[in-house]
């Protein structure tokens, strides 16, 4: 089994077949992550990744990017932002803490 950290998640990446997905909160994304994944992430989405890293108190800014093949038994839990400007800039405090945080883990069956 992999696991994959990402802030999209596209058909791409999926096999044919059955998945499960799953809304986590925000302890147990960062619980999820905490046992090791390969960060799938744009690097170029920095922004994102720092008010995650915030939010989660888990630092996920070391993205690697990368095409991503899930197989069954994989895992991604990718993280989704809404209500924080679309800039190539650091978010604030106050941006980062009105923001909405949706954590979904998708598993391929």
Known sequence: MKKFFNTALGLSMLPDGKMEIRTLSENE????????????????HSNSLQAISQKLNFDVRDAKGGRVS????DQCLVAQISGIPRETREFSDEEISSAVFIFRLVTVL
Request: glycine share 10%; hydrophobic share 40%.
């Open 29 to 44: 994304a960062s619980k999820w992550l905490s046992s090791g994944f390969e960060n799938a992430a744009n690097p170029m």
């Open 70 to 73: 899930l197989e069954s038994g």
